[in-house]
């Protein structure tokens, strides 16, 4: 996510680091398409190994995918309908959360478009 700081007058962009729900979102977006071992997801995922176990482990422990046994040393992760109900549910929040954000803004450049008309109207009249 990237927020805007006004700072000396100067808009700065700061990009914050992804939270532990984006990231599960980022992990179920991957394994939609299809099984995956861990080395697929973490290059998807953009993701290290250690946090990326950490969260496959949460996201097993909770029923939202599986881990399956492709051969003798290989692992894939899957994820299933209950894992796919999730990945839906999550999606929609964002996509009203951004809808949510952008409704606000356009609210704000209504008022001021507001406020800038009655003021150009004022000065005109003068």
Known sequence: MIYVRVENKKAVLIKMPPSKLD???????VLVSG???????????????????????????NGVIEKRKVSDKQIAYAINERGLSVFKTLRAHKYFEK????????????????????????????
């Open 23 to 29: 990231r599960y979102l980022n992990v179920l977006e």
């Open 35 to 61: 099984p995956k071992n861990i080395g697929h997801i973490e290059r998807q995922a953009n993701m290290e190994h250690q946090t990326l176990k950490r969260h496959l482990a949460f996201l097993i422990s």
């Open 99 to 126: 809808l949510k954000n952008s409704l606000s803004i356009v609210e704000e450049a209504h008022e001021i478009a507001s406020i800038l008309s009655k003021h150009y109207r004022a000065r005109k009249a003068e």
